[in-house]
T-cell receptor, first 115, second 112 residues
Framework: NAGVTQTPKFQVLKTGQSMTLQCAQD?????MSWYRQDPGMGLRLIHY???????DQGEVPNGYNVSRSTTEDFPLRLLSAAPSQTSVYFCASSPDRGSYNSPLHFGNGTRLTVT | GENVEQHPSTLSVQEGDSAVIKCTYS??????FPWYKQELGKGPQLIIDIRSNVGEKKDQRIAVTLNKTAKHFSLHITETQPEDSAVYFC???????????FGRGTSLIVHP
């Protein structure tokens, strides 16, 4: 059981470039989300989705787009990369839509550097 | 919204000692409190959770206690081992939400 798979593991971008971070889960989870992790800041929510076709903004959505065309995939797009987007990005999923009692399952992250 | 504060930010202990990490939350309607462990280069993984209808839960060397009146919950690790060295996060979803608010993390260092 692969769980949550993120690709790539590492990426270096130049300012202004665009790219897509991939996230896939094979657990048939309804809820998927993207976090960024910066030193001393913990985990901050970027965007989330409660099911295919439904997305919403989290705490720090600016500069990022998401879509959810299938249950399995939840890509994160950086439209025009900025040095402030240098971070480690985590995708996480949870089995229940609207449940308040389920833990998140995290991928192993993508480390992004923007120069 | 929910505000979760986690202390300490860094905790250094000798192997065999106990470690305690505490989180406080603001939304009295919160009812689910997970703890995650993040090892270097990996994503956070659930290690234990507790629901509001119980005050304590144990799993071998780890335990979580919940005080709903005071709105705080704590992670207890006994007989610490070097492999317990990691960053630990608490989380609490606001009442009526499935979106957790995370604490800022505690870096636990266990010295052999």
């Amino acid at each position: 059981n692969a769980g949550v798979t993120q690709t790539p593991k590492f990426q270096v971008l130049k300012t202004g470039q665009s790219m897509t971070l991939q996230c896939a889960q094979d657990m048939n989870h309804e809820y998927m989300s993207w976090y960024r992790q910066d030193p001393g800041m913990g985990l901050r929510l970027i965007h989330y989705s409660v099911g295919a076709g439904i997305t919403d903004q989290g705490e720090v959505p600016n500069g990022y787009n998401v879509s959810r065309s299938t249950t399995e995939d939840f890509p994160l797009r950086l439209l025009s990369a900025a040095p402030s987007q240098t971070s480690v990005y985590f995708c996480a999923s949870s089995p229940d839509r609207g449940s308040y009692n389920s833990p998140l399952h995290f991928g192993n992250g993508t480390r992004l550097t923007v120069t | 919204g929910e505000n979760v504060e986690q202390h300490p930010s860094t905790l250094s202990v000798q192997e065999g000692d106990s470690a305690v990490i505490k989180c406080t939350y603001s939304d009295s309607a919160s009812n689910y409190f997970p703890w995650y462990k993040q090892e270097l280069g990996k994503g956070p993984q659930l290690i234990i959770d507790i629901r509001s209808n119980v005050g304590e839960k144990k799993d071998q060397r780890i335990a979580v206690t919940l005080n709903k009146t005071a709105k705080h919950f704590s992670l207890h690790i006994t007989e610490t081992q070097p492999e317990d060295s990691a960053v630990y996060f608490c989380a609490a979803p606001p009442g009526g939400s499935y979106i957790p608010t995370f604490g800022r993390g505690t870096s636990l260092i266990v010295h052999p």
